[in-house]
């Protein structure tokens, strides 16, 4: 008897399902990411060429290189895109 008790026990199997997120939400997020992304840009930029050359990085490479780091994060939290929000 227990052990089917505890091969069927799944409290959190019949929960409700997370609320979407709305417009607000999403806005507020797109803005604090655009944020972010502006943020690490300019600071990568200050640094000299020699010190991005030393972390692998080319000057031109910056801003792809951090929005393709804001995907994949989000990728990780299990968060789609903000494009796949407005879609």
Known sequence: ???YFIANYAPFKSSPASPKPGALHRGLRAIRLSWQRRRTISALQELDDYVLRDIGLQREQIPMIVNNMQVSDM???GTPPLSAHAA
Do not use: C, L, S
Request: net charge positive.
């Open 1 to 3: 008897m227990y052990a």
């Open 75 to 77: 990728r990780k939290e």
